[in-house]
């Protein structure tokens, strides 16, 4: 599957422009929606006029969501991260 086919958004995905780190509820939320019903997919860095801008330090960021996921969200919740 590619990127661009889960443009949009929609109750299985959703998207976000950057990995908020002084407000990581506004994508934690969607990380704990997610694991409370059939899953979905967060998507990292297109805006919301749906344009690829990708992420500056891809590794870094990763890291922080998975260390955030598991200091906020009980239990954990299966995450399976993709880098692209």
Request: proline share 2%; aromatic share 8%.
């Amino acid at each position: 599957m590619k990127i661009t086919d889960l443009l949009g958004e929609a109750t299985e995905y959703d998207k976000k422009q950057a990995v908020e780190h002084k407000k990581v509820k506004s994508w934690l939320k969607s990380v704990s929606a997610f694991a409370n019903t059939a899953g979905g997919t967060l998507i990292f860095g297109i805006t919301d006029s749906e344009e690829i801008v990708g992420l500056e330090d891809i590794k870094s960021d990763s890291e922080f969501i998975s260390q955030k996921i598991k200091e906020r969200i009980s239990p954990f919740p299966e995450v399976i991260m993709k880098l692209r």
